[in-house]
């Protein structure tokens, strides 16, 4: 689809995606309904994922990880999940290996690496974040969830919402207060585990898409957490939660970028295989032009996040830069799918047909991550600055 070359890849790069691509084509696409069904993926595809070395690739070869630095790899991971139209898998997969084993691997004491890191490697558990809560949302300084220091281990209530990978998760990072009275410095980061006792999870929610990503209530009730469990230092978890939070919002745009290009190739496919008045659809000059717009902002789209990408492998992209990806490109993917909805006719609304599922899928990226309107109030405060 592309006229420009994508340079920053090197052969190596493409043969990882090539081997990602067979992967997705053998071992997602095929159950992606069922998932959908089920309303969320098999515990096989994450050990599957993690035979194949696909999970926490920048995982150090000491715990059973490729090592890989080159952030480029993630990217082609991610990328290719969004090219399947599989949405569920390409936000929950990424989540457990690009945002939450960095808080494992960045912030994790010897002991909890030891045991959370081989076992994410490997897909045996799957990790989840819980930040968000029912009265807390993008305001992450406002949370409720409390962790108190009991001497040998911490004491944990409060409950967390919209958590992806929630139901499946085994072991997740949760936000808490340890000191309620200091705002965002009386937050801290811990690792709970699913085996800990008074931690319990809701059923999933029946959401108005992805519905083969097991989002839930997770419910926190005198969890003890042994102090080994703490992420970095007390009262330091806002300002890790600000550093981590760039890859995440870099993730998600990458993501939502991947699928708008699968809802406009899907698109093609079907107009030139439709017809209308006796002739194909795509010959009609709406449907090329609405197809033009769309193939020149996602190239140009394209272009701009390949260059953030390599800034982020220098480490040079900061909150305010992820945070204009993720606006624009989550804004991109609900205006493509809208457009290619549009172009679909009445058939766009039929579930069984990729874009509705992509349409219903994509309105969520611009409310998860922080909302697009705090991705905006980042940016500003950069311009302003």
Known sequence: MFEIPRTIFTEEHEMFR???REFVKKEIIPNNSEWEKAKQVSRESWKKLGENGFLCLQAPESFGGLGISDFRFNAIFTEELGLSGCSGPAIGYPLHSDIVFPYLQHYGTDLAQEKYASKMISGEYIGAIAMTEPG???DLQNIKATARD????????GTKTFITNGYLCDMVVVAAKTDPTQGAKGISLFVVDK???????GVPFDKVGLHAQDTCELFFEDVK????????????GFKYLMTELAQERLIVALAALALAEFMLKSTVEYVKGREAF????SEFQNTRFKLAEMAAKIEQARIYCDQLVL???DKKVDSAMA???KYLMTELQCEVADECVQLHGGYGYMWEYPVARAYADARVQRIYAGTNEIMKELIARKVLK
């Not at 957490?225 to 330091?236: D, H, R, S």
């Open 18 to 20: 090539q081997s990602i």
């Open 136 to 138: 807390a949302g993008s």
């Open 150 to 157: 009991m001497g040998d281990h911490y004491l944990l209530n």
């Open 195 to 201: 085996e800990m006792e008074g931690f319990t999870k």
């Open 225 to 236: 957490v042994p102090k080994e469990n703490l992420l970095g230092k007390e009262g330091e």
């Open 278 to 281: 006796g002739r194909s659809i």
């Open 311 to 313: 800034l982020h492998n």
């Open 323 to 325: 945070s204009g990806a």
